[in-house]
């Protein structure tokens, strides 16, 4: 059966070159950077070398890198970071309705710690309103944490501007670039970010390794005690394979990028196109400021979980919101902070593609679609009504 893998904003597959590259700190290369010794001072060289790529790729400082496990830590880090560090100044932070969990729940939690949180809306399309931000700005505001890209329906928010604003008024500014490292540009600098979190396994790198830039003079409160690792922002031993894979992965996203994003941009509108002609289909998220590779669509009548499970049937892999809910029957929040409501919010659909794809998938998953989605409404009462 022909297999067809498109939900790459949950995860992708390691490139060739990135694993070749990771190999050697498996095994002849091994030693742990903070040894002395000539194992140690060779992986403390590959390190480094890691860092100072990623942080060129980033416009920023070698010092100002910090590696993680991940997306959900480098948004914990950055946030719970800066809220203990700055307390004495404030303890409002500002976020909006469509964070990713490791962002939401973040502040929640800090909610219960005695901080106090504003959650800003979203317009229909998942766009974040500058002004709102302005608007919501305090004196006591020391956080604000607003995502690049939106992981579900891919809509992209004006972050320069918003950190322009938030710069003026002196609070640190966090963005959750988990999707848009290796396919939008990342310059700290004309980004206005404070602080930007990155995983390496949503660019072609392993999975269970992160970045996280924190811009100069930001105060930053570690997560992990235990050891002087990362300048004593993150204890433990550094993961030497997978910051390797990291550096690697994003160099070649980041090379391939202009060309990728105009392949999979003629895939996504062709997805998109036929898609739209299935009656009572709506697309999510903004057509303008979207990422290259995402499709989210809702089919009234249906459950989005029905159809997830009959196009696996028919060998493709597809979500119905982000992966780290999966689990869930709740529909997505930021459909429903989009507006939309909880019966059309459950027939969602996210479809995102990456470097294998081609317009044959693509032209595929358009000729099984239609049927799943007419076999499905036949069993719904409400689409017989």
């Avoid at 498996?26 to 890691?50: C, I």
């Avoid at 404030?90 to 909006?96: A, F, N």
């Amino acid at each position: 059966m022909k297999r067809i893998y498109m939900d790459h904003a949950a995860t992708t597959a390691v490139r060739p070159e990135v694993l070749e590259a990771m190999l050697p700190y498996f095994s002849t290369e091994f030693g742990n950077p903070s040894s002395v010794y000539s194992w140690g001072r060779s992986a403390r060289k590959a390190l480094d070398s890691a860092r100072d790529q990623v942080a060129a790729l980033l416009g920023a400082s070698a010092s100002e890198i910090v590696f993680t496990s991940g997306g959900s830590e480098g948004a914990n880090l950055a946030i719970k970071g800066v809220a203990w560090a700055d307390q004495n100044r404030g303890k409002h932070i500002i976020t909006s309705a469509i964070e990713h969990h490791a962002v939401l729940d973040t502040v929640l939690w800090l909610e219960t710690q005695g901080f106090e949180v504003t959650i800003l809306p979203v317009d229909e399309y998942g766009l974040v309103s500058p002004s709102q931000v302005e608007q919501a700005l305090r004196p006591d505001t020391i956080l604000v944490s607003i995502m690049h890209a939106n992981n579900e329906v891919g809509t992209i928010q004006p972050i320069s501007e918003i950190g322009a604003i938030v710069r003026r008024h002196g609070a640190r500014f966090h963005t959750d670039a988990v999707q848009t490292a290796g396919v939008l540009e990342l310059n700290v600098d004309a980004l206005n970010v404070d602080l930007l979190s990155i995983s390496a396994h949503k660019f072609y790198g392993p999975k269970g390794v992160g970045a996280l830039y924190v811009r100069k003079g930001v105060r930053l409160s570690p997560l992990i005690h235990g050891g002087g690792q990362e300048k004593r922002r993150r204890a433990g031993t550094e993961n030497t394979a997978g910051i390797v894979g990291l550096a690697k992965a994003f160099e070649l996203a980041q090379r391939d990028r202009i060309a990728e994003n105009q392949r999979l941009t003629a895939l996504r509108d062709r997805l998109i196109e036929g898609l739209v002609k299935i009656p009572h289909t709506r697309v999510n998220g903004s057509l303008e400021q979207r990422l290259p590779n995402n499709v989210n669509v809702c089919f009234e009548y249906i459950e989005g979980e029905s159809m997830l499970l009959n196009l696996d049937l028919r060998g493709i892999a597809a979500s119905s919101g982000s992966a780290c809910t999966s689990g869930s029957l709740d529909p997505s929040h930021v459909l429903l902070a989009m507006g939309l409501s909880h019966e059309i919010a459950h027939g969602s659909l996210r479809l995102t593609l990456g470097r294998e794809n081609t317009e044959a998938d693509v032209d595929f998953v358009l000729q099984e679609i239609p049927g799943i989605v007419e076999r499905l409404r036949a069993m719904s009462p409400l689409y017989q009504e």
